[in-house]
């Protein structure tokens, strides 16, 4: 069994008998703006960050294959190291987009993969868009790729207790409309698109 052939079986696997049963079932995952989704291209997915699900929530419910940046100490990991690769993650440093990890999405999405970002670089409290790095901006305007902004609501808050009891809160992710790459990757260009993708998401969020 090659590597390539055993990682699709695995993502598979991890999708039918983990993901689907815990976003489908338990959080009553839904999603909202399905046709904004571009069609026969690659993208960058830009979303806001709740929580250590955000990623396989995100890949199951748009049916897609993404892959997303992950810290480079989950690389070390036995066993989640060869679940993480499979569903597409590669390693970036600690504090934010180093240019290894540039060049990786870059060419991945060349060859017309779909990568996505967490915008703020890590999770939030209040699972809104708060710091945003201009990761995304600046790989879209080095890639002239579009930015998906999608919202993913209620992940910082899965589970909340009454009486001592779990209740689990109903995930819902939204799709917004593309948002074209900037002009120039200049400093300029691409804060002004990250600050785009901020309002955006949080609108989204509501």
């Given amino acids: 069994m ?3 052939f055993s990682q699709k079986v695995i993502y598979k696997l991890v999708s039918l008998f983990f ?4 976003y489908r079932l338990i959080f ?7 046709n904004n989704i571009p069609k026969n291209e690659s993208f960058i997915i830009v979303s806001n960050h709740g929580s250590l699900m955000d990623p396989p ?3 199951h419910a748009l049916g897609l294959k993404v892959s997303f940046m992950a ?3 989950l690389f070390r990991i036995p066993l989640l190291s060869q679940i993480i690769q499979a569903c597409g993650a590669y390693p970036v440093k600690r504090g934010g987009v180093d240019k290894n990890s540039l060049n990786i999405a870059i ?3 060349s060859t017309n993969h779909i990568i996505g970002i967490f915008i703020d670089g890590t999770r939030q409290r209040d699972g ?4 945003p790095k201009n990761g995304a901006a600046l790989i879209s305007a080095k890639t002239k790729k579009k ?5 993913i609501i209620n992940s910082h808050r899965l589970i909340r207790f009454k009486f001592f009891i779990p209740v689990f809160n109903r995930v819902i992710i939204k799709i917004g409309k593309p948002i074209e790459f900037p002009i120039t990757s200049s400093k300029e260009d691409v804060k002004l698109t990250t600050d785009v993708l901020k309002t955006e998401i949080n609108k989204l969020i509501g």
């Fill in 128 to 131: 809104r868009v708060n710091k």
């Fill in 71 to 73: 810290k480079q100490e």
């Fill in 57 to 59: 929530f995100l890949g």
């Fill in 19 to 22: 993901v689907y049963p815990i």
């Fill in 107 to 109: 060419e991945k999405l």
């Fill in 28 to 34: 009553r995952g839904n999603l909202i703006g399905a």
């Fill in 2 to 4: 090659n590597s390539s």
């Fill in 147 to 151: 930015l998906l902004p999608v919202a």
